[in-house]
């Protein structure tokens, strides 16, 4: 019997929040197939996160707040086994792919279960835990996603035209994975969780973050700019505006009173970061494509 309390911890609407490495993804995609897409998407967004976020709530126990609920329900003993049951499913969508997109998917919930499992719990080492997640949630799924979706071998991730822009999508998660821990101090700690996020501090967190997204900017700058694309450099400036305005906002509240380090600006600033992200590589991908192009000639 599966239990309310276990759905609410796959915490499916959250995988909206990592979309945009998807849809960057699919605007680079130089072979795209309508099957090996609607296969790629779900086994990412519907079984593969959903089953990492259940299976890091089910050993976690949170009892505050965490990314997507606000209150977290009692964790129950089927979350673990419905956790590893879409973990199952990601991976037979992932073979009907190809071999090397399911070793991929495979090596990531690996990964993700060591990020909280107790005999390894990465979480526990922050600086780790920090270079761990940016680089799997960044690099390794753009590459994937990138390599399922257009039916190429492994090695084309080492290359130029993979290994930038996947690196970029990297910069941007080391720079937001510190916020999404700075209202939980208190509770990482009773666990002996020694987060990054901790280990800068709050003040030091929003710094450390601020430097991550300068760096992320200049990188995605610079890749339009040696692909030729200098007007979307623009388009991306733009759209990336309200989510710094708001981190500026949120991080004057946060000197004054460290009250407002807490979940509601948190999930306030990830939902204001997605919409603009998720807004732009959609535009990307139509501009990237040139299918606006062939809407306007119809």
């Given amino acids: ?37 609607l296969l790629v998407f779900l086994s990412l967004h519907l079984f593969l996160y959903p089953s990492s976020n259940g299976y890091n709530s089910y050993f976690d126990k949170d009892e505050k707040s965490i990314g997507g609920l606000k209150n977290p329900p009692k964790v129950t003993k ?6 590893q049951s879409f973990f199952l499913i990601a991976l037979l969508l ?10 991929f998917l495979a090596v990531y919930g690996l990964v993700s279960m060591a990020y909280s499992h107790p005999s390894i719990r990465l ?41 930038l822009p996947g690196l970029c999508t990297s ?13 939980q101090h208190e509770e990482d700690s009773l666990r002996g969780d020694r987060t990054i996020s901790i280990k800068l501090g709050v003040l030091g967190t929003f710094l450390f973050s601020s430097l991550f997204f300068l760096g992320t900017s200049i990188g995605f700058a610079y890749f339009f700019y040696q692909k030729g694309q200098e ?32 979940f509601t600006w948190a999930m306030a600033m990830t939902w204001i970061s997605a919409l603009a992200l998720n ?3 959609l535009y990307y991908f139509f501009e990237n494509t040139q299918i606006l192009q062939v809407i306007n000639q119809v």
């Fill in 1 to 37: 019997m599966i239990s309310k309390s276990s759905i609410k911890h796959l915490r499916i609407p959250f995988s909206v929040f990592l979309l945009p490495i998807f849809l960057f993804a699919l605007a680079l995609s130089p072979n795209l197939d309508p099957t090996r897409l």
């Fill in 78 to 83: 089927d979350l673990y086994w419905l956790a």
């Fill in 94 to 103: 992932g073979w009907m792919v190809s071999f090397t997109y399911a070793c």
């Fill in 123 to 163: 979480k526990k080492y922050g600086w780790l835990s920090w270079f761990i997640t940016g680089l799997f949630q960044g690099y390794v799924t753009f590459s994937m996603a990138y390599i399922g979706l257009s039916d190429l071998n492994w090695t084309v991730m080492i290359q130029s035209h993979v290994l």
């Fill in 171 to 183: 910069l941007m998660l080391w720079g937001s994975y510190p916020l999404t821990q700075v209202y």
């Fill in 231 to 262: 007007p979307i450099i623009w388009v991306y400036l733009a759209s990336m505006a309200p989510v710094i305005i708001f981190f500026f906002v949120w991080f004057s509240f946060v000197k004054k009173d460290r009250g407002y380090a807490n």
């Fill in 279 to 281: 807004g732009f590589f």
